[in-house]
């Protein structure tokens, strides 16, 4: 069974309807309560733990030993929000329009309400399709196989070509026998004169 922390890496910021189909509501609930103690967390960077601890008891009037609980599990999150601080501020683009539309709708200001349902939907791209990721283990590694036919790159192959390479080597050997046997001759240079310091790159010489 999945701790409360590993669930949280993966779904701290989903919608507690869809918590509540891969969840118990106990799960569900004690995930929406360390999202909003997570956002108080990155809202509030100065304050210490008791007041973490003093706050979320007066919102909840859970005991001191869950709320401690519920601020380790909160400390062990918050280094791994750098890594998906995209995925929050989704989560919080979606949470304000919601709020506006909610607003709006008590208001029944129905053009601000068609706003935020459009700016929601754009923005969640409802009109398109999901897109199915392949999983690593039906990816089929190209079955590439050494050849030496030249017509896989679309090269007309020459006739006899082993037999022509061994007539050209010969004919060029008889005249320029050099091209067999070459010898290892050390470079002319005067590496010295070549690489001298440059007198205005060291201007502590002469």
Do not use: C
Not at 14 to 40: C, F, G, I, N
Not at 52 to 62: A, G, I, M
Request: cysteine-free.
């Amino acid at each position: 069974m999945q701790s409360i922390l590993e669930l949280a890496r993966t779904d701290l910021y989903t919608d507690r309807s869809e918590l509540l189909q891969k969840y118990s509501p106990a799960q569900a609930d004690h995930l929406v309560r360390l999202r909003e103690m997570v956002t108080w967390f990155i809202n509030n960077p100065s304050m210490k733990d008791r007041q973490f601890v003093d706050e979320f008891r007066s919102r909840t009037k859970l005991s001191f030993v869950t709320l401690y609980a519920d601020l380790k599990t909160v400390k062990s999150i918050l280094p791994g929000l750098a890594e998906t601080t995209r995925d929050y501020h989704r989560w919080r683009y979606n949470e304000m329009i919601l709020e506006t539309y909610q607003m709006a709708k008590s208001r029944k200001d129905t053009k601000t309400m068609e706003k935020a349902a459009t700016s929601y939907a754009k923005y969640n791209r409802i009109d398109i399709e999901d897109e199915t990721a392949v999983p690593y283990n039906m990816i089929v590694v190209q079955p590439f196989v050494p050849t030496m036919d030249p017509t896989v790159l679309g090269i007309k192959p020459i006739k006899n070509i082993d037999e022509r390479i061994r007539k050209l080597t010969a004919e060029l050997s008889d005249s320029h026998p050099d091209t067999q046997q070459i010898e290892y001759e050390s470079a002319d240079l005067d590496l010295d004169k070549i690489f001298k310091e440059n007198p205005i790159d060291n201007p502590s010489e002469p």
